[in-house]
């Protein structure tokens, strides 16, 4: 497939993707919302000649912030142009950045052309920044017609995902020829680009900058605080955090069993999307006393699980815990990223489908940071072991404090990539 009969394709799928829309929105209304957005119709007045930085959704916009701070810092006169594709990925931008005049923020237009055209001439930005691994050939073709360099930052490419690139070799080879910066997190991620048609000139391994992740220091403490009004300082607190649908009842199956050992253990349930809240609530309410976070109750010593159904407070959330889970791995999404409980030095257990974090958690295991669970029983058994023996939990925690810091400088090696395109 070559980039015309991929355009033509998408062109005849639009209906599909309008259902998808209307679906979505079913359960969550703001997919509902600011469609013309996505085809680069109506959208906000910006100011030209900046930098555009394009994270798809939550995580990625999340692992985006440290860059486009540092952007803001770096380049002082230069505007800052925030896309995403997801109503939540939208949401975080708008709450990180409030208080930002030079971030401006809208959806990014589908991979179409002439919608690709219509954004860019809108923008008109000096330099293009993809986060991860969110390839879109017509995006990137018209930015080369544009002349405008487009960097790929924090780099991930699984195997998996290299070997469905490649069935589409007539495509992705252009798409990645016209690139001219990609900065890989492995070595093995850049053989994989190189291997589908990158220029070895333009790949860098970097590292990822997650490992750049700052905490606020008044984080642990606030997190210590509400614990103590809420009297659980003495109380075992494990979260499950970016769960997603089959993987929740696998945590409270888990929690059962925990609590027949630990009467007073604490869990912090927290779904990965906004649109399953009130669903899991619902499978919470009808096993566990519950409270919600966005209620703003306080945790009593009857509370058995409590509900992250709020945005932005990931990170408190798990500052809050003594024992972290990250989910998304004991069903096939790949892992969600376990350097935010490390940083907290928290000890980690994840399931066996980590192939989104795959380098990132070999190391955290390898250096002991990490345990893999494969299902309820195991995951009650690790949390309960670490409950148990505080020693061990301590030490797991000390070691992926370490793997951190010994990793850290991405961004910067990132930012030294991003100022040679501005400056050609």
């Known amino acids: 497939m070559n980039r015309t009969l991929y355009t033509l394709l998408f ?3 639009l209906p599909l ?3 998808r829309l209307y679906l979505r929105a079913r359960k969550a209304p703001a997919y509902g919302q600011r469609i013309a957005e996505r085809f680069a119709l109506d959208l906000p007045v910006m100011h030209q000649g900046g930098i555009w930085v394009h994270a798809v959704s939550v995580g990625e ?3 985006a912030a440290p860059l486009v701070r540092a952007l803001l810092k770096a380049y ?3 505007s800052i142009t925030l896309t995403c594709m997801t109503p939540t990925g939208s949401e975080r ?3 990180m950045f409030a208080d930002e005049p030079r971030i401006q923020h809208c959806y990014l237009p589908y991979d179409l052309p002439w919608a690709a055209g219509r954004f860019l001439d809108h923008v008109r930005p000096r330099l293009g ?4 691994t969110e390839l879109w050939p017509n995006h990137i073709h018209q930015c080369a017609k544009r002349g405008i360099p487009v960097a790929l930052a924090n780099a991930r490419l699984s195997e998996r995902s290299a070997r469905g690139y490649a069935r589409f070799a007539k495509l992705t080879r252009p798409m990645l020829a016209e690139m001219s910066f990609i900065a890989v997190q492995t070595e093995a991620e850049a053989q994989r680009f190189l291997d589908l048609g990158a220029r070895a000139e ?5 590292g990822s900058i997650k490992f750049d992740l700052k ?3 008044q984080l642990v403490p606030q997190a210590r605080a509400l614990r103590e009004r809420w009297g659980a300082t003495q109380r075992p607190v494990w979260i499950a955090a970016s769960t997603h649908e089959g993987e929740d009842a696998l945590i409270l199956q888990a929690h059962r069993q925990l609590l027949q050992v630990h009467g007073d253990a604490l869990l912090i349930l927290v779904p990965r999307h906004p649109e399953r809240f009130n669903a899991v609530h619902a499978s919470c309410a009808a096993q566990f006393a519950t409270v919600r976070r966005s209620s703003g109750a306080a945790v009593t010593a009857q509370a058995q699980v409590l509900l992250g159904d709020t945005m932005g407070e990931l990170l408190f959330l798990y500052a809050l815990a003594d024992i972290a889970f990250v989910g998304g791995s004991l069903v096939a999404t790949g892992g969600h990223n376990p350097l935010e409980p490390a940083a907290l030095a928290l000890p980690m257990l994840m399931g066996p489908h980590v192939f989104n974090f795959l380098e990132i958690s070999a190391m955290l295991r390898e250096a002991g940071a990490l345990q893999q669970v494969d299902n309820a029983d195991g995951l009650a058994e690790a949390v309960r072991r670490l409950i148990e023996l505080p020693q061990d939990a301590q030490r797991m925690g000390e070691a992926g404090r370490a793997v951190m810091r010994a990793n850290q400088g991405a961004l910067q090696r990132l930012l030294e990539g991003l100022a040679r395109l501005l400056r050609d």
Do not use: F, K, N, W
């Open 202 to 206: 333009c790949v860098q391994v970097t």
């Open 93 to 95: 931008i708008r709450a």
């Open 129 to 132: 920044i993809i986060m991860e």
């Open 17 to 19: 993707v309008a259902l």
């Open 61 to 63: 916009s999340i692992a």
């Open 76 to 78: 002082p006169d230069s």
């Open 11 to 13: 062109h005849l799928g």
């Open 215 to 217: 905490i606020d220091e």
